[in-house]
């Protein structure tokens, strides 16, 4: 099971390290101070789940990989991120639809996983948990203060949405990995995890009007290595100065 635990962490350390970099692309561009900070936190929390995850995943590859050379020393086609986190910040409404879709799945994961019988899931799970409560309770406030605001944002909003749905099923689409690890109380049930998913959003859209994405396309492959060139961007500026400076310590 070691070998497939390790692929189960991948995904959930690269969702978050590739979502908490892009949440870093706002540090100095938030539209007001405050927001600035709290993005950057939560990008912190990000990076540091990822930490967290990653770690554990080079601990059961027993490669010698830490989670540092994870991060940093393989190339996109080793990322298992999902392919919603990679998408670019766009305006405030995008970067907030993001946040919201993601932790509507992201979220009930983590809960799961925080009662897995592997206790070092268990035990990393149950902390991101804490956080993630923050990053929920911060998004939703946004979301709904966008959506229920000027035609401007509501409009801005529904783009967003619109432009970022096709990539929420991968969110909650159980592969065979998946399906080997939930049955036996390691993994989560991703069946459990649309429900949750359905239920966030369907709350959310009624509150302000908004709506899913009428598009029946779904777009997915991040699971499988199969990403766009959003994230040979994004990993070619978040990798470099490490790359250039390989096995320096600070």
């Not at 159980?174 to 939930?182: F, R």
């Not at 109380?185 to 709506?211: D, P, S, W, Y």
Request: charged fraction near 25%.
């Amino acid at each position: 099971m070691s070998a497939g635990l390790a692929e189960y962490m991948l995904r959930l350390g690269d969702d978050r390290l590739v979502l908490g970099h892009r949440l870093s692309e706002w540090c100095g561009h938030a539209p007001i101070v405050e927001e600035d900070i709290a993005l950057a936190n939560v990008a912190l929390d990000c990076i540091g789940q990822a930490s967290a995850w990653l770690g554990l995943a080079g601990e059961l590859e027993g490669s010698g990989r830490d989670a540092d050379a994870l991060a940093f020393f393989r190339g996109p086609t080793e990322f298992r991120s999902c392919l919603l986190v990679e998408q670019p910040n766009g305006d405030f409404a995008c970067t907030i639809a993001r946040q919201v879709l993601f932790d509507a799945a992201g979220a009930n994961v983590l809960d799961q996983l925080s009662r897995s019988r592997e206790a070092r899931v268990a035990g990393i799970a149950q902390k991101a948990a804490v956080e993630v409560r923050y990053h929920v309770r911060h998004a939703r406030e946004w979301w709904l203060r966008l959506g229920d605001g000027t035609p401007e944002s509501h409009a801005r909003m529904q783009r967003a949405i619109d432009e970022l749905w096709p990539y929420t099923a991968e969110l909650w689409t159980p592969d065979e990995l998946d399906a080997s690890l939930a049955p036996i109380g390691v993994g989560a049930n991703l069946e459990l995890t649309k429900l949750h998913f359905e239920r966030e959003l369907a709350e959310l859209f009624a509150r302000t009007g908004l709506h899913a994405a009428e598009s029946p396309l779904a777009i997915s492959g991040g699971r499988r290595g199969k990403h766009g060139e959003h994230l040979d961007h994004l990993l070619s500026e978040m990798q470099s100065v490490a790359r250039a400076h390989p096995g320096a310590r600070w």
